[in-house]
């Protein structure tokens, strides 16, 4: 059903000579009744007047001087001697009759107990059924069909007229009719003798309800319907054939005054509550629809304003007819119902003709309306904004992808320029030999190369590496004299160019090396240098091709121009990285472009995981498998936070500053020292730590993760003293936190330093609501000895970097996982309520009500579980963290044995050599690897 026409409505409506439907206000008029003969018998006078057709005075000289309004104006008012069928001429009639035009109507009568409601709709309805038959019979050329239901609506139960099931009817909402009453009883009327039938067993049955209420006067609502349909002749059994649909509403309320009698005693005051619920809703809603559509409307609030919800301000044409007794003993209740209608008559409504399609012609119009709404989606001029967005931004990455494809195209000719010149390096090897022979062994660790730190490699790596491999070292540090000179003159034109060239060297040369030491991983390192920088792996270039070619060749391969040929390339590829990534990333979700993500997230792992830096690519190598590659600084924006952006395709997620997590989780492959399954957690955490607490962290995770962390840090330390050189520095303190100190060079007064670090990792540990097992884990394991800084320093490093995230509503990415606050402190919540979980189990009653009254926890309290897991590590004071340290100890079955334990961890770390900065972590990184 709805609004829609069709040449057939239109004819209908030519036919009709009228406008349809429409926006307009209820109609309200008032009727006065003449005094009964009761009231007559009682003397009583009638103070009500009806002096034109649209007002009504109060005559009453003393009420007069209330200041009450005493003249009252609506659509018409009619007096006592006015007949029933004036009533309907006057106006109902025309509401009335709109239902024979596809138009919903309702016409109420709205009064207090024998005002005549029953009286005036009696006659209304004769009327316009009798109306509508004549007009049946005038459109001979169309089809009608009419039908009939009846309700009572008592108590705020619906029951059927027609039927003598007196089981209640329920309301259900349609999505298209809206509110509907199930099983309600509709007769196809056949004739008018049929109406005046059903007619009766609607008062029969609405009589047996009052005598079963022993009431006098109608206590409940009722609604009869007529819904006529009818649709033209010549259409019917045409796929185009039209029905019009409506129906005409009789609405009989309860008497008005009950809800205010009612709320005068007790019972009375209880049963016209309920009786006159709906009533009540009526006038609310009323009221507010007086004053405007806006806000809510509470029909659903009885079940007369939700039936009749369409005729109060939707879909209907409506006429509320009010009703009054003349006699002064009513005064008030009339002043009610005339304020009823006041409200009434500012009321809209908006009716529409409503038109039922057959199938096949619902179908056609639906197909007509694709048609048109996918030509819309078609045409990038509509007013679909985002369709033509989206189709200017594939425009704009496909230019960019091809602008990319280009530019890969560019570089890879470059390099097989450089490959060239390797080969020709190659052919020149005996002369090389020659020069190279010629040259002092131990030049390599010439103070001048070293001293030269704006243009040398001294790393600590480097230097450790030197050491435990000479005579590569010797090989890789290439430089004679005149070499070194050479290379000097270069460095010269560009500092970091040359710095660059020196790493590029030494990362040919590592990769080999690390081949000589046969880490395990260096298939991996070789590998992925190979096919990240589109090269030949570095292994097969042989170092000795570079070291024994000649340094002219040698420079001239790293030439500056092409070096920076290279970078300029990389920064203009990255640039449109940035801007593929700019475009993408508005996309909610990355399927709305699917064969844009496969393409770019190719070029952005190609791009993304080539590193600049050979060294990072060692140590890549050097870590356990499942160690996180950390993003060389250098290549890390200084922008290292970033807030998650939740539909991103994972490809193009920016970097993170990355730090490895402690994670204790099954997920992670268990460490030891060498690196293999160990069992050794087991001695720590005791055999109670059994199936279905695999939730405990062990310690032996939590001490790789230590290690992991410390390696870390030691790469961030080489970085930063490699970027010294370079004058270049981006350090840690790009994120607020000072340089990790060398344990070589901890302070003297390390008791003092160690207190100092303590407090703050507490503190931190809570700010960044920190496992309340980690912290137990680490405040038993570092307790002060000096070998310790190390770790104290990693910690707070690390926990600073968190709290600056976190303070700041970003987030971070730690061990492949994304922290944020929320995701910190759930977590926090899940291991207190695994930790209350583990009280009964693994402390003893007594020592359990010990620990309670040490807490100051009662011992009666239901909660005190929950209580102590929340007291645990909340307070920074020294004496309660040692205190929270032991009870979760012994939650998580975790016996501090002392250094014997980090012992047995590879935690206790030979102290630095002191001479020399840069060998406190080379020294220190023994006991990490
Ligand atoms: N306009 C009128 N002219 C003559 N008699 C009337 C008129 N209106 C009502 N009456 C008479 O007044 C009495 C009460 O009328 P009616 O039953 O219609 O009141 P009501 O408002 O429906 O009462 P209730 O709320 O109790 O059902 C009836 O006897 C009816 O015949």
Same mark, same amino acid.
Request: charged share 25%.
């Given at each position: ?429 005996? %002369? ?5 022979? %010629? ?150 979700? !990355? ?54 952006? =939740? ?101 003297? !007064? ?161 102290? =630095? ?17």
């Amino acid at each position: 059903m709805g609004a829609i026409g069709g040449e057939e409505l239109k004819k209908w409506e030519k036919m009709q000579g009228a406008a349809l439907g429409g926006e307009e206000k209820i109609l309200v008029l008032v009727r006065l009744r003449p005094l009964s003969e009761k009231e007559i018998v009682r003397n009583e006078v009638s103070d009500w007047e009806c002096i034109n057709e649209t007002t009504i005075l109060y005559r009453n000289s003393l009420q007069e001087r209330s200041g009450l309004p005493t003249a009252y104006t609506f659509d018409r008012v009619y007096r006592g001697d006015c007949s029933t069928r004036e009533v309907y001429e006057g106006g109902t009639k025309d509401i009335a009759l709109s239902v024979v035009s596809g138009i919903n109507s309702t016409i109420f009568a709205y009064g207090q107990t024998s005002s005549g409601k029953t009286y005036t709709m009696n006659g209304i309805t004769e009327f316009t059924v009798t109306d509508i038959y004549d007009y049946m019979q005038r459109h001979e050329e169309r089809a009608f069909v009419l039908k009939f239901s009846a309700m009572e609506i008592y108590n705020e139960v619906v029951r059927d007229l027609l039927s003598s099931d007196s089981t209640p009817l329920r309301l259900l909402d349609d999505p298209e009719k809206g509110t509907i009453i199930e099983k309600l009883t509709e007769e196809t009327l056949r004739d008018w003798d049929h109406l005046k039938e059903l007619l009766s067993i609607c008062e029969a049955q609405r009589q047996i309800g009052e005598t079963y209420l022993n009431e006098n006067s109608s206590r409940s609502h009722q609604i009869l319907r007529l819904t006529i349909e009818s649709s033209a002749r010549e259409f019917i059994g045409k796929d185009n054939k039209t029905t019009l649909s409506a129906s005409v509403n009789f609405v009989d309320l309860a008497g008005s005054e009950r809800a205010s009698q009612a709320l005068s005693v007790g019972q009375r005051l209880k049963e016209g509550c309920h009786i006159n619920r709906s009533l009540l809703t009526l006038g609310t809603v009323i009221r507010k629809l007086s004053k405007g559509r806006h806000g809510h409307v509470n029909y659903r609030d009885s079940k007369l304003t939700r039936i009749l919800q369409p005729a109060l301000g939707g879909n209907a044409r409506t006429a509320i007819i009010c009703t009054l007794s003349p006699a002064r003993s009513h005064v008030e209740q009339s002043r009610n119902t005339l304020l009823f209608a006041c409200c009434a008559k500012e009321v809209s409504t908006n009716a529409q003709v409503n038109v039922v399609m057959s199938d096949k012609a619902l179908v056609k119009h639906l197909q007509k309306e694709l048609a048109r709404l996918e030509s819309e989606l078609k045409t990038p001029t509509t007013t679909c904004d985002h369709v033509s967005l989206l189709r200017k931004k594939d425009q704009q990455i496909e230019k960019l992808e091809k602008e990319v494809r280009e530019l890969t195209k560019q570089r890879d000719l470059a390099q097989s320029r450089v490959e060239d010149l390797l080969r020709t390096i190659k052919s020149d090897k005996t %002369s090389s030999q020659k020069e190279v022979s %010629s040259l002092p062994s131990k030049s390599v660790e010439g103070n001048t190369y070293e001293d030269e730190s704006s243009v040398s490699c001294s790393s600590a790596i480097e230097e450790s590496y030197i050491r435990d491999n000479e005579s590569d070292a010797t090989s890789c540090a290439v430089p004679a004299a005149d070499q070194h000179q050479r290379g000097k003159e270069s460095a010269n034109v560009t500092g970091e160019d040359s710095d660059d060239l020196c790493k590029e060297v030494r990362c040919i040369e590592m990769d080999e090396s690390s081949e000589n030491r046969n880490f395990e991983s260096i298939s991996l390192s070789n590998t992925a240098y190979g096919e990240r920088m589109s090269m030949p792996p570095a292994s097969s270039v042989r170092h000795s091709d570079i070291r024994q070619s000649s340094p002219m060749l040698l420079e001239q391969a790293n030439s500056t121009s092409d070096r920076s040929l290279h970078a300029a390339w990389e920064q203009k590829m990255q640039d449109i990285q940035n801007t593929i990534n700019s475009l993408v990333r508005p996309f909610p979700d !990355d399927s709305s472009s699917p064969a844009l993500s496969t393409s770019i997230s190719g070029s952005r792992s190609q791009k993304l995981t080539r590193s600049r830096s050979c060294r990072a690519n060692f140590m890549v190598g050097s870590f356990p498998p499942d160690f996180e590659t950390v993003e060389d600084s250098e290549t890390t924006p200084p922008n290292v936070l970033e807030k998650d952006f =939740p539909g991103r395709p994972e490809n193009f997620q920016r970097k993170h500053w990355k730090l490895p997590l402690l994670i204790y989780g099954a997920n992670r492959p268990k460490l030891s020292r060498n690196n293999s399954q160990s069992s050794i957690g087991s001695a720590f955490v005791d055999g109670s730590n059994a199936p279905g607490d695999e939730d405990i962290p062990s310690v032996d995770n939590f001490v790789a993760g230590l290690k992991e962390m410390a390696k870390l840090e030691y790469d961030n330390q080489l970085h930063d003293q490699g970027q010294e050189a370079g004058k270049s520095k981006r350090s840690v303190k790009s994120v607020g936190v000072d340089p990790m100190l060398d344990s070589s060079e901890a302070p003297s !007064d390390w008791p003092l330093e160690f207190g100092r670090l303590q407090k703050m990792i507490i503190e931190l540990w809570k700010t960044c609501h920190i496992s309340l097992i980690h912290r137990t884990y680490f405040f038993l394991l570092f307790k002060g000895d000096p070998m310790d800084s190390i770790y104290m320093e990693v910690e707070v490093r690390r926990l600073s970097f968190l709290k600056e995230v976190l303070s700041s509503g970003n987030s971070a990415v730690q061990g492949g996982q994304t922290i944020t606050l929320a995701s910190s402190l759930k977590a926090l919540r899940r291991e207190r309520d695994m930790l209350s979980r583990l009280i009964y189990k693994r402390i003893p009653g007594a020592e359990r009500n010990e620990i309670y009254q040490k807490w100051g926890i009662n011992l009666n309290s239901k909660r005190r579980r929950h209580q102590l897991v929340h007291h645990l590590w909340s307070d920074t004071d020294l004496n309660r963290v040692i205190e929270s340290a032991a009870v979760v100890a012994k939650l998580i079955g975790f016996s501090d044995q002392g250094p014997a334990l980090k012992e047995m961890f590879g935690l206790s770390i030979t102290p =630095p050599r002191k001479s020399r900065r840069s060998f406190g972590w080379k020294n220190s990184m023994a006991s990490l690897i």
